[in-house]
C-alpha cells in the first residue's frame, strides 16, 4: 500500500476543508487534502453557488413573465417567454465547473498534495483513502475532519424517483409543473420561490407555526407576502405523510388528511453531519448530539484531531467553515490562535433576501439588555424606489447604554450585499455614532444602515 | 465531564504574586465564561480574573488574604465534556516578554535616605478596580485587528481597559496594558511626560559629593551577619522598665555603641581615619562615633564623642540631645564633626540587608538592619527568637576581608551575649 506522510492532513475539500488547506500550505505546512466527490464541496457543487445561479435564472425569468403579462410598471412588454431549463442548468454546471478548477488551481499554487477517495479512519493518526489506483495509507502529524453535511431523508419519503433533495432539484431537466416542498426553511423557500418563477405550482409544508422559524415575524413578513404573490401556497403545522402517485400526503394544522398534487416533491428539512463511513467509530469523539464536538480551537476530543464546518453542528453557513479552516491551519502553523468572532452573518436568499447579524431585538432583550433599536424601511430610500424594491427594511439593535452595535438585519431586494457592512460594523464593535457618522454613499440601499442608526439615535433624516 | 484548572494569570509587569482580596464564586457555583471568580491586587492594582470556560466551581485555591504566585491554581472548575479538559493555560499566563527585574534598590539606604528633595511625582492612586466593569460574561469589545495582536503577545483582551466608545479596546489601549499593565480606563493613570528639574544645593550637594568621593575612592567590602538579640531586648526592655522615671529610655543604639567600643579596642585599625592622599592611616584611641540621622534638610552625621568613656545611659542621653539638636538645625560644626566610625540605621525601614557607604575618611561602618521574631533551630525545634542583621561595610584599601569578618563575629558575640558588653575579662 502506498504511503503519504504529513503535518496536516484535511477530510473533504469543501469551503472549509479547501481554505483550511491552501492557508497550511501558505504557511509552509506540509498538507494533504482528500476529497471523494468534486472539489469545493456541497456550497460549490450543489449548494450556495449552483442554488444563487438557479436562482438569479429565475428572477431573470419572472422580470419576462411580468413583461408578458402586462404587468411591468415600466411600460416593458414580451410575448411569451419560454425557458429551456437544460441550457440554464449547464449555464449553471459551467459556473460550478470553473470554480471546481480554480480550487485545484489554488490548492496547487499552496503546495497541497490532493487524494480523491474516501477516507477512512484506522487511528487517530492514520488514514487509509480507497483511490482510483489502489489504497493509499495517509499518516499525519494532524487531521482536520471537514466531512460536511448531507441533506437529511425523511423515512417516509425517501429520496429516489419523484422524491428529490436540494442536489437534484438544482440539476432537473425540466421545470415540474407541480412542486411540493416539504420543509419552510432557507433551502426550500429558496428553491421553493425560484421554481415558482419558473412556472412550478409550488405548495410549501412547514411543521412549525410559520416558515423561516430561525427569524423573526418582521424579518419573514415581507417573505411571506411575496411568497403569495408568486402562487406559492404555504401549509403551516402540517406535516408531510408520505409520497403517493403524482402526490404528496399531509396531515394539516386541523388535523385533516390531504393529498397535494407533485410532479417533484422536494425534501427540504435539514441537513445531517456527514459522519458515517469515515470510520469516526475507531476514534470515539465526544459527539454534541449527531455533531462532533469541538472546543474554541476546533479541537475534538482526541489530540490532534480537529473539526471544522457543518460537521460541528449550526449554523451550517460555508463562511463559519471558511473562518474555522483558516484558524485551524494557523494553529497547525503553530500560531496562537483561538475562535473569537463575534457574528457570523446568515442571509436567505428568498425575495425579498434577508439578512441577519448577530442579535435580534428579542435575543438582545434576552440577555437582560436595554436596547436601542432603529428602522429604516425601504419606502424611504430613493435608490429602492429606483429599483422599483421598496419592500423591507434594515433593522439596527444597539445597547442602549453605550450605543454598541449588536445585531443588524435586513430584508429587502439585494439586501445580501449589506451584509458585509453590518458584520464588518459588530467585528469592529461599532456604535450606533460610528454608523451614523460615515458618509454613506447616495443613492444606495446602504443608506438605509445608516438612517436606522440614526433613527436608533433618536434623529433619523428621512423618514 | 472534564476538569479545567484556571490559574492566576500574569496581572502585570514584574508582578510575581498577588493577593487574592474577593472571591466572587464559591463551590458549587455554576460560571460562565467571562463571569469573574476572584479579584486580586498587586502592588499597583486590583485585577480581576474572569473565567476562561464555563462549568462547576469544584476547588478554590485560597482564601482571601491568602498571596498567590502568578501561575499557580485559582480554581478548579468541572467542564462538560473532557475535551477541552487538559487545557488549563489561562490566556493571559504568557507574556511577550519576560517581567524586567525590578530596579536595584537604591544604593546605601542609610546616608542618602530620604531628602527633602523633590521627588518625581508619585504616581497617580490605583486603587481602583483597573479593569473597567463589564457585565459579567460580556466579551470585551475590540476590533479583529486588536484581538488577533493581542493573541499573538499572549494578553486577555478580558483584562484590558478600552477607551474607545462603549468601552471598545483600542490597539493604544493594547500598548498601554504591554506597557503598565492593568490601568483604570478613565480618570486612572495615564502616561506622563513631564519632567521637573530640581536644582542640588546645599547640603544635599554636600551629601551628594560626600557619597560620590566615598564610592569613588573607597573600594567598599559589606558583610551582613545576623545576630540573635534576644537576650539583648529583654535586658534593654528590664533596665527600661525598671529606669523608667529617672533616666532616658534606652535604644538598641547605645548597646551597639558600647560594643563598637569594645570591638575596636581589639581591632584600632577599624577605628581610624584614612588620609588617602597622604597615604597614612590615623588611629584614634578615642571612639567617636557618628550616628547617621535624617533630619528635614537632609542626612547629617552627629558625633557621639568618646563612646569608650560613656555609659550606656550616657550614650543614650547624648544620642538623644545631638538628634534632637540636628534635627532642630541647631547643632553645632563641633558635634557635626570628627567622628572615626559611623552607625547607620533606619529603624524599622531597616531591611533585611543594606550595603552601607562608608563615611570618609573613616573606614567601617555598621549598619543596622530591622529587627524581626524569625524561628531559629535550638537543636531539638524551632523557637522564635528576636534576630536582626548587621550590615557593615569597610574601605577594603586598608582593612582585609578576614578583618572585617572578626569584627563583625565580636560585634555579634557582644551583641548576643550582652554580659560580655559589661564584664571586663
Known amino acids: 500500500m502506498d504511503e503519504i506522510v504529513c503535518r496536516l492532513l484535511v477530510i473533504g475539500a469543501g469551503p472549509g476543508g479547501y481554505v483550511c488547506a491552501i492557508r497550511a500550505g501558505q504557511l509552509g505546512v506540509d498538507t494533504v487534502i482528500v476529497e471523494q466527490g468534486r472539489l469545493g464541496g456541497t456550497c460549490l457543487n450543489v449548494g450556495c453557488i449552483p442554488s444563487k445561479a438557479m436562482i438569479h435564472v429565475a428572477e431573470e425569468f419572472e422580470v419576462l413573465k411580468t413583461a408578458a403579462a402586462g404587468k411591468s410598471v415600466f411600460g416593458m412588454s414580451a410575448t411569451k417567454p419560454t425557458l429551456d431549463l437544460g441550457k440554464a442548468v449547464a449555464w449553471k454546471d459551467e459556473i460550478v465547473h470553473r470554480l471546481n478548477t480554480g480550487v485545484a488551481g489554488l490548492l496547487r499554487r499552496a503546495r497541497v498534495k490532493i487524494v480523491h477517495g474516501q477516507a477512512q479512519f484506522r487511528d487517530g493518526k492514520t488514514v487509509e483513502v480507497e483511490t482510483e489506483t489502489g489504497p493509499v495509507r495517509i499518516r499525519a502529524e494532524s487531521v482536520v475532519i471537514a466531512s460536511g453535511s448531507v441533506p437529511v431523508e425523511l423515512p417516509f419519503l425517501p429520496f429516489g424517483g419523484d422524491v428529490i433533495s436540494s442536489t437534484e432539484a438544482l440539476s432537473l431537466s425540466e421545470v415540474p409543473k407541480r412542486l411540493a416542498v416539504v420543509g419552510g426553511g432557507y433551502i426550500g423557500l429558496e428553491l421553493g420561490a425560484a421554481y415558482a418563477k419558473l412556472g412550478s405550482k409550488v405548495t410549501v409544508v412547514e411543521a412549525r407555526p410559520r416558515i423561516l422559524p430561525l427569524y423573526d415575524e418582521e424579518l419573514t413578513g415581507p417573505v411571506a407576502k411575496r411568497l403569495a404573490e408568486l402562487g406559492v401556497e404555504v401549509l403551516t403545522g402540517a406535516r408531510a405523510k408520505g409520497a403517493a402517485v403524482g402526490a404528496l400526503q399531509i396531515e394539516t394544522a386541523e388535523g385533516e388528511a390531504r393529498a397535494i398534487g407533485a410532479d417533484k416533491i422536494l425534501v427540504t428539512v435539514g441537513r445531517a453531519p456527514a459522519t458515517t463511513g469515515l470510520g469516526l467509530e475507531e476514534l470515539v469523539l465526544d459527539m454534541d448530539g449527531r455533531f462532533i464536538r469541538i472546543d474554541d480551537k476546533c479541537q475534538t476530543s482526541m489530540r490532534g484531531i480537529s473539526a471544522i464546518g457543518d460537521v460541528t453542528g449550526e449554523p451550517m453557513l460555508a463562511h463559519r467553515a471558511m473562518a474555522q479552516g483558516e484558524m485551524v491551519a494557523e494553529i497547525a502553523a503553530g500560531l496562537p490562535r483561538a475562535w473569537d468572532k463575534r457574528c457570523i452573518p446568515a442571509i436567505v436568499f428568498t425575495d425579498p433576501e434577508i439578512v441577519s447579524a448577530g442579535l435580534s431585538p428579542a435575543e438582545a432583550r434576552a440577555g437582560g439588555r436595554e436596547v436601542k433599536v432603529g428602522l429604516f424601511p425601504f419606502q424611504a430610500s430613493g435608490r429602492a424606489m429606483s429599483k422599483h424594491a421598496e419592500r423591507g427594511f434594515v433593522r439596527v439593535v444597539a445597547s442602549a447604554d453605550r450605543h454598541l452595535v449588536l445585531g443588524v438585519q435586513a430584508v429587502g431586494q439585494g439586501v445580501s450585499e449589506l451584509s458585509t457592512a453590518f458584520g464588518l460594523a459588530i467585528e469592529m464593535g461599532a456604535t450606533l455614532e460610528d454608523i451614523a457618522g460615515t458618509i454613506h454613499a447616495h443613492p444606495t440601499l446602504g443608506e438605509a444602515f445608516q438612517e436606522a442608526s440614526l433613527k436608533a439615535l433618536g434623529h433619523a433624516l428621512h423618514i | ?425
Open chain 2, 1 to 425: 465531564m472534564g476538569e479545567h484548572v484556571v490559574k492566576l494569570p500574569d496581572v502585570g509587569e514584574g508582578v510575581a504574586e498577588a493577593e487574592l482580596v474577593e472571591w466572587h464564586v464559591k463551590i458549587g457555583d455554576l460560571i460562565r465564561e467571562d463571569d469573574l471568580l476572584a479579584s486580586v491586587m498587586t502592588d499597583k492594582a486590583t485585577v480581576e480574573i474572569p473565567s476562561p470556560v464555563e462549568g462547576e466551581v469544584i476547588w478554590r485555591g485560597g482564601e482571601i488574604g491568602d498571596v498567590v504566585p502568578i501561575g499557580s491554581a485559582l480554581v478548579r472548575l468541572k467542564t462538560a465534556g473532557g475535551a477541552t479538559a487538559p487545557e488549563t493555560k489561562p490566556e493571559a499566563e504568557t507574556k511577550p516578554e519576560p517581567a524586567k527585574s525590578a530596579p536595584a534598590p537604591a544604593e546605601a539606604p542609610q546616608p542618602v535616605a530620604r531628602a527633602p528633595m523633590l521627588e518625581a511625582p508619585p504616581p497617580p492612586p490605583r486603587r481602583e478596580p483597573p479593569v473597567q466593569r463589564r457585565a459579567p460574561g460580556e466579551r470585551p469589545i475590540a476590533s479583529p485587528a486588536v484581538r488577533l495582536a493581542a493573541r499573538e503577545r499572549g494578553v486577555d483582551l478580558r483584562q484590558v481597559a478600552g477607551t474607545g466608545p462603549a468601552g471598545r479596546v483600542t490597539h493604544d489601549d493594547l500598548a498601554g496594558f504591554m506597557a503598565r499593565g492593568p490601568a483604570l480606563a478613565r480618570g486612572g493613570p495615564v502616561q506622563r511626560t513631564e519632567v521637573t528639574e530640581v536644582k542640588i544645593v546645599g547640603l544635599r550637594r554636600r551629601i551628594a559629593e560626600k557619597m560620590a568621593l566615598a564610592k569613588q575612592r573607597i573600594p567598599h567590602i559589606t558583610i551582613v551577619e545576623e545576630t540573635d538579640v534576644t537576650a539583648l531586648e529583654e535586658l534593654r526592655a528590664a533596665l527600661n522598665k525598671r529606669h523608667a522615671a529617672e533616666r532616658p529610655r534606652l535604644t538598641l543604639l547605645p548597646f551597639l555603641m558600647r560594643a563598637i567600643a569594645r570591638a575596636v579596642a581589639e581591632q584600632p585599625a577599624l577605628n581610624a581615619l584614612f588620609d588617602d592622599d597622604a597615604g597614612i592611616v590615623r588611629q584614634h584611641a578615642g571612639v567617636h562615633i557618628g550616628v547617621a540621622t535624617q533630619t528635614p534638610a537632609g542626612l547629617i552625621v552627629p558625633v557621639v564623642k568618646h563612646a569608650e568613656a560613656r555609659d550606656i545611659w550616657d550614650c543614650a542621653a547624648e544620642v538623644a540631645r545631638l538628634a534632637e539638636r540636628a534635627r532642630d538645625g541647631t547643632a553645632t560644626r563641633d558635634e557635626l564633626s570628627g567622628s572615626t566610625i559611623t552607625i547607620t540605621s533606619l529603624g524599622p525601614l531597616g531591611a533585611i540587608a543594606t550595603t552601607p557607604v562608608i563615611n570618609y575618611p573613616e573606614v567601617a561602618i555598621v549598619g543596622v538592619n530591622r529587627m524581626a521574631v524569625r524561628p531559629m533551630w535550638d537543636g531539638t525545634g524551632f523557637v522564635p527568637r528576636k534576630m536582626m542583621n548587621l550590615s557593615s561595610s569597610f574601605d577594603h584599601r586598608v582593612i582585609d576581608g578576614w578583618d572585617a569578618a572578626v569584627f563583625v563575629q565580636r560585634l555579634k558575640e557582644l551583641l548576643e551575649t550582652p554580659a560580655l558588653l559589661f564584664v571586663d575579662a
